[in-house]
């Protein structure tokens, strides 16, 4: 059973950079693509972006100039960064294995919070 | 990309039917029979329920079902019960030839 967790800091200053890292465990993290999808508070799910284990990636079009992802093959991890954060990025990250049959993913990590604020 | 269209909310007695629309274009859709669902219960993770437009992962009971016409996908829920009660949510590629990821706006599901 392939299972997934979030990590990074929970907090995030105005204008400073989110990071977050997704650790896969029960399976490999070759040969599939991976998500990162957010929801803030009591709205729906956004869609940030994914990358395949080659390094290939597809971003949100209104997130592209904010967002890399990279993924780390021998440490079965991939990475989010989001740049020039603000309080409207405050949100819940999943990350997810997005299978090219299942856009939004089939396993999803339980979410992190992570909060904007000075 | 816009997100899909769905209704904000539906709701239904134990036993009975109900389904959920979700409206996109001929961009996403209607151009992909990739449509996929998922339900959230509060605080949870998203769990997907249909893939593909009507296939159901293992343990996914069979009284979820998808389908799709046109730039129109539902999924409906038979014989309702109380644990049905969540949001939901539709998923699709989105974009000509970028595979871009879309969302509907999720629907809330509650059972009287």
């Known amino acids: 059973q392939v299972q997934l967790q979030e990590s990074g800091p929970g907090l995030v200053k105005p204008s400073e950079t989110l990071s977050l890292t997704c650790t896969v465990s029960?399976?490999?993290?070759?040969?599939?693509?991976w998500s990162w999808i957010r929801q803030p508070a009591g709205k729906g799910l956004e869609w940030i972006g994914r990358?395949?284990?080659?390094?290939?990636?597809n971003y949100n079009p209104s997130l592209k100039s904010r967002v890399t992802m990279s993924v780390d093959t021998s440490k079965n991890q991939f990475s989010l960064k989001l740049s020039s954060v603000t309080a409207a990025d405050t949100a819940v990250y999943y990350c997810?294995?997005?299978?090219?049959?299942?856009?939004?993913?089939?396993?999803w990590g339980q979410g992190t919070l992570v909060t904007v604020s000075s | 990309q816009s997100a899909l269209t769905q209704p904000r909310s539906v709701s239904g007695s134990p036993g009975q039917s109900v389904t959920i629309s979700c409206t996109g274009t001929s961009s996403d859709v209607g151009g992909y029979n990739y449509v996929s669902w998922y339900q959230q219960h509060p605080g949870k993770a998203p769990k997907l329920m249909i893939y593909d437009v009507s296939k159901r992962p293992s343990g996914v009971p069979d009284r979820f079902s998808g389908s799709k016409s046109g730039n129109t996908a539902s999924l409906t829920i038979s014989g309702l019960q109380a644990e049905d009660e969540a949001d939901y949510y539709c998923?699709?590629?989105?974009?000509?030839?970028?595979?871009?990821?879309?969302f509907g706006g999720g629907t809330k599901l509650t059972v009287l």
């Open positions: 990358i395949y284990t080659s390094g290939s990636t």
């Open positions: 029960g399976g490999s993290i070759s040969s599939y693509y």
């Open positions: 998923c699709s590629y989105a974009g000509s030839y970028t595979f871009d990821v879309v």
């Open positions: 997810a294995r997005a299978p090219s049959s299942v856009a939004g993913g089939d396993y």
